[in-house]
C-alpha cells in the first residue's frame, strides 16, 4: 500500500531539550579512548574515562581533587561528590579501567591527595577551566571524525546514564546516578519518549 507523505512532520527535535548533545555510543566511546591510549595522553584519557564513568556536570568534574577519588596509592571503587548546582550528593563507580587510567596520570605528575585532579597548566593552584574542558572534549571527538559542533560536554554526562537506561529500562536507578531530585527531569534529560518512539518505529519498519 503506497504510503502518503505529509508536509507536516514533527519536527526531529520535539520533546528533547533544546540544544540537547546526543550521548556517545559504546563504538565511539572505545575509539576514543584507543586513539588517546596510543597518544600517550595520559591525563586525557584519565579526564575522559572519569567524565563518562562519573556523569558529573563539567563544573563538578573539573573541581575534584585527588582525595575524592583516591585513598593514599588506592584509587576508590567508589565515590561521592556533592554537587555544585543542586548540593545533593552523587555517588558513582569508577571501574577498573578507569582507576589505572587515574593511576597513571596521578603518579605521572606526582600529584597529592589535596592538589586538584586536573591542573591548569597555566596557572599554579587552579584546576582547568570548564571552557578548557569543552575544549578538550571537542579535540576527542575530532579524533574519531565525529562533528564536534554537534556534541558537547553533556554528552559525556549523558553516555552512560543512556547506556544503563537502554540495557535496564531503570529510570529510578538512572535518576540516582545523575543526582535528580525529581524523575520527570531524568525522563526529559534522557529523551526518552521520543528516542523509545524512534525505537519502536525502527522495529516495526516493513
Not at 119 to 130: E, F, G, L, N, V
Request: some cysteine.
Amino acid at each position: 500500500m503506497p504510503t502518503t507523505h505529509s508536509h507536516h512532520h514533527a519536527p526531529w527535535n520535539k520533546g528533547k531539550l533544546i540544544g540537547q548533545k546526543p550521548p556517545l555510543k559504546l563504538q565511539e566511546i572505545w575509539s576514543i579512548r584507543v586513539r588517546l591510549e596510543i597518544a600517550h595522553r595520559h591525563r586525557d584519557l584519565a579526564l575522559f574515562n572519569l567524565a563518562i564513568d562519573s556523569k558529573l556536570r563539567s563544573c563538578d568534574l573539573v573541581k575534584l581533587k585527588v582525595q575524592d577519588i583516591a585513598h593514599g596509592a588506592r584509587i576508590l571503587k567508589r565515590a561521592l561528590v556533592i554537587q555544585q548546582k543542586t548540593k545533593r550528593p552523587v555517588q558513582f563507580e569508577i571501574t577498573p579501567q578507569t582507576q589505572e587510567s587515574l593511576l597513571r596520570w596521578i603518579g605521572n605528575k606526582h600529584l597529592s591527595g589535596q592538589s586538584y585532579l586536573f591542573p591548569s597548566r597555566s596557572k599554579p593552584d587552579a584546576h582547568i577551566s570548564t571552557r578548557q574542558y569543552a575544549r578538550v572534549v571537542k579535540s576527542w571527538l575530532s579524533l574519531i571524525g565525529l562533528l564536534p559542533e554537534d556534541y558537547g560536554t553533556h554528552s559525556l554526562r549523558r553516555t552512560k546514564a543512556t547506556l544503563i537506561y537502554k540495557r535496564t529500562k531503570n529510570l529510578r536507578a538512572v535518576q540516582l546516578l545523575l543526582g535528580h531530585s525529581k524523575l520527570e527531569s531524568t525522563v526529559r534529560y534522557l529523551g526518552i519518549e521520543v528516542d523509545d518512539a524512534l525505537e519502536i518505529a525502527e522495529q516495526t519498519e516493513v
